[in-house]
């Protein structure tokens, strides 16, 4: 499809492992987001690529989580010693240019046990 | 940083009445404004936006009005329809980065 996708749909881990979340954006999107959602919350900004550099990363929590878009296309979140806090569903969005529409993939589900 | 509040937080209409959602945002230059529908286990789908440079813009059923001196803008859904059930976010983009509201889950019922 020509969407944006995410990988895994679902990822349960147990406290203190690392993971990865990965982002394939719509073929020629510039600029891509991550955000988390918790349970009745609106999508809260993580960080936001414009092309491979993160051109804003104010959203991370802390220095346990970190992202890459080495080739301006895929990106990965990449989460280290997970705790029960980090459950949440991570979305990314790709648009043409920052404010552009922004495209949602269906979500990571993160449950840390 | 910005802050946008929506209300309601819930919200039921019968079918064929209309459904209006608010939202304030604290930024004075924030300068688009999109609006989301999020359904069960999917991402949010862009449903209408404006940027601050428009009082109101409409696509069929749905419109959305801004008011840039008081800060806020909403969502208006006339002969609502039981598909329009979802969760709603409406959002605020400042430089760069955007600010979701909280949600406002819609019951169409029929």
């Known amino acids: 499809g020509a969407g944006v996708s995410q990988t895994p749909s679902n990822k349960v881990t147990e406290k203190g492992k690392y993971v990865e979340l990965r982002c394939d954006p719509i073929?020629?999107?510039?600029?891509l987001y991550w955000y988390r959602q918790s349970l009745g919350q609106g999508p809260e900004f993580l960080i936001y690529?414009?092309?491979?550099?993160?051109?804003?990363d104010s959203g991370l929590p802390n220095d346990r989580f970190f992202a890459v878009r080495p080739e301006g296309s895929v990106s990965t979140l990449k989460i280290q010693r997970t705790e029960r806090g980090d459950s949440a569903v991570y979305l990314c969005?790709?648009?043409?240019?920052?404010?552009?529409?922004?495209?949602f993939g269906p979500g990571t589900r993160l449950t840390v046990l | 940083g910005e802050n946008v509040e929506q209300h309601p937080s819930t919200l039921s209409v019968q079918e064929g009445d209309s459904a209006v959602i608010k939202c304030t945002y604290s930024?004075?230059?924030?300068?688009?404004f999109p609006w989301y529908k999020q359904e069960l286990g999917k991402g949010p789908q862009l449903i209408i936006d404006?940027?601050?440079?428009?009082g109101e813009k409409k696509d069929q059923r749905i419109a959305v009005t801004l008011n840039k001196t008081a800060k806020h803008f909403s969502l208006h859904i006339t002969e609502t329809q039981p598909e329009d059930s979802a969760v709603y976010f409406c959002?605020?983009?400042?430089?760069?980065?955007?600010?979701f509201g909280t949600g406002t889950k819609l019951q169409v019922i029929p």
């Open positions: 404006i940027r601050s440079n428009v």
């Open positions: 969005a790709s648009s043409l240019m920052a404010t552009d529409t922004q495209y």
């Open positions: 690529f414009q092309g491979t550099g993160a051109a804003d």
């Open positions: 930024d004075s230059a924030s300068n688009y």
């Open positions: 073929s020629g999107h510039t600029a």
């Open positions: 959002a605020s983009w400042g430089y760069q980065k955007v600010t």
